[in-house]
């Protein structure tokens, strides 16, 4: 079955950098986006950044500039390089995976069944 395992997150503060990784198996799609979203307490979960089998990203506002999304197709590994990082990226940190979705869509999490357990991010000023 489809599996994602998150990993990478931790404890920062302002200005610092995480990298996160997500392994994914159980899937061979050739149409798919892969996606990194993030929920803090009290607030719904948002899409971060979005990456396709064509390596189209898409980003939220908030992060563009600071976060990169990257996949490692021979290791089933997708990455967010997070760079800058501010108190309001603090959260727990999920990736998730769909088949025939654009990335262009790909920061709706209705959008997406398959999702992993999360690491956190904590950011402190």
């Known amino acids: 079955q489809v599996q994602l395992q998150e990993s990478g997150g931790g404890s920062v503060q302002a200005g610092g950098s995480l990298r996160l990784s997500c392994l994914t198996s159980g899937y061979t799609y050739r149409s798919y986006s892969l996606g990194w979203f993030r929920q803090a307490p009290g607030k719904e979960r948002e899409g971060v950044a979005a990456?396709?089998?064509?390596?189209?990203?898409e980003y939220a506002d908030s992060v563009k500039g600071r976060f990169t999304i990257s996949q490692d197709k021979a290791k089933n590994t997708l990455y967010l390089q997070m760079n800058d990082l501010k108190p309001e990226d603090t959260g727990m940190y999920y990736c998730?995976?769909?088949?025939?979705?654009?990335?262009?869509?790909?920061?709706?999490?209705?959008?997406?069944?398959?999702w992993g357990q999360g690491t956190q991010v904590t950011v402190s000023s």
């Open positions: 998730a995976v769909e088949e025939w979705l654009a990335a262009r869509h790909g920061l709706l999490p209705n959008q997406y069944n398959y």
């Open positions: 990456i396709d089998e064509d390596d189209i990203t």
